[in-house]
């Protein structure tokens, strides 16, 4: 659930799709409630300002009444980088921080944009007892920040075709260095409900992926992963659609399960401005 929920964050703070080549500069704002029951458990808010040549994406997670008692979640993460004539986005800097339970990390990552090399990184994090940190191999230090590989996915104008059939792409993380996998391969449509700003059709995606480097290791002989616990919620699907006016194609909701019951995260609000330059 905690690798899912931290997988989402990512695709919600990424989504983010404008005409990155008009003559303005574009602010987006995103608000997604997660719903057990008939309790909110998380919320996430991103903003996004866009213009011809730059991008900036900020965002945070935080878990919601009984969910801080089960499991005490933070996330604050931003992203800026060039945006390049012909469509594609690459990272200059990439920060996250926050905490999973008693897991506490915080990134911070410089890039060169043109040839995706990491030329600093600058981690500080406390693991969890029985755990060690694995770096990532100096040789494997280049890659695109999650935030912007996601950017230049919702920006994509032939989203429904070109991921049709699986791409992958190399990410680097802070933390870790990962390929990760991108397939939608189903379509639903979504009628009307109070806690979602959005209606349509939307497409059903599954992300997933392997390591490449960097990895936090179990180095407690007495302590023993639940088969079945860590990865259980990889191939549920993340729906992307687009909304009225709004150039991209984002993502609107997603459910899992969590103990005796399903997940249900919607997108809860959505604003776009546009100031001329």
């Known amino acids: 659930m905690k690798y899912f929920l931290s997988l989402f964050v990512i695709l919600l703070i990424t989504a983010s799709g404008f005409n990155a080549w008009s003559n303005s500069t574009q602010k987006l704002n995103f608000e997604y409630k997660a719903y057990w029951g008939g309790l909110v458990i998380a919320e996430i808010n991103s903003e996004t300002i866009l213009n011809s040549s730059n991008y900036e994406i900020r965002a945070s997670y935080h878990s919601r009444g009984l969910a801080k008692i089960i499991g005490k979640m933070e996330n604050y993460t931003m992203s ?3 945006s390049y004539k012909n469509g594609v986005y690459q990272p ?4 996250s921080s926050g905490n999973f339970g008693k897991f506490n990390y915080k990134n911070q990552v410089t890039f060169d944009p043109k040839t995706l090399e990491v030329i600093n990184l600058v981690q500080n994090f406390e693991l969890r007892s029985g755990t060690e940190y694995i770096p990532i191999e100096d040789n494997e230090k280049y890659g695109v920040d999650p935030m912007t590989t996601f950017l230049n996915r919702v920006m994509n104008s032939n989203f429904a075709d070109n991921y049709s059939k699986e791409v992958k792409s190399r990410q680097f993380g802070g933390m870790f260095v990962s390929e990760q996998s991108f397939l939608c391969d189903e379509q639903k449509v ?3 409900n109070k806690r979602s700003a959005f209606q349509g059709m939307a497409y059903g995606c599954i992300i997933d992926g392997k390591n490449i480097s960097g990895d936090i290791k179990n180095i407690d002989p007495e302590k023993k992963i639940r088969k079945g616990r860590e990865r259980d919620d990889q191939n549920n699907r993340i729906f ?5 006016g709004f150039e991209g194609t984002i993502p609107v909701y997603t459910e899992f399960p969590l103990g005796w019951g399903m997940v249900r995260i919607y997108l809860s609000d959505f604003k776009h401005t546009t100031v001329n330059e």
């Open 80 to 82: 800026r980088g060039v």
């Open 92 to 95: 200059e800097y990439y920060e």
């Open 190 to 192: 979504f009628n009307y």
């Open 240 to 244: 992307f659609g687009k909304m009225t």
